[in-house]
């Protein structure tokens, strides 16, 4: 609960599982096929606005269409550290409250950590 802690654990202990995530490249493709419709037709709204206004507009089926919107397809990774066991393990209730976030107490005001 502190990046300067005020001891030195002992040999093997606290005891940490590293849990590691990969959201899945799936669901990104499937939001954006749900996107794609909307962002689709708007570009399409645009380019006809846009022919409409201007007399050199290339309306050449190969003249590319883009939406507003710009696409991460890479895969993002998370790791989660747990410490599962310590031997210099000392309990101080209420210190995970304490040091929760402001941003986090504010939306959970009635939040209480099992």
Known sequence: MTEHP????R?????IHANIRTVEQKDVIDRLFREHKDE??????????????DEDFDASPLAPLHGKTVYDLSSTTTIEY????CKDFVEDKGCWVRNMPEAIK?????????
Not at 11 to 15: A, C, D
Not at 106 to 114: Q, R, S
């Open 6 to 9: 005020t001891f030195t654990p």
């Open 11 to 15: 040999e093997g202990s606290p005891t």
């Open 40 to 53: 689709e037709e708007g570009a399409i709204r645009a380019s006809s606005s846009q022919r409409d206004a």
């Open 82 to 85: 747990d410490v599962v066991a």
């Open 106 to 114: 504010a939306a959970n005001p009635n939040f209480v950590p099992t």
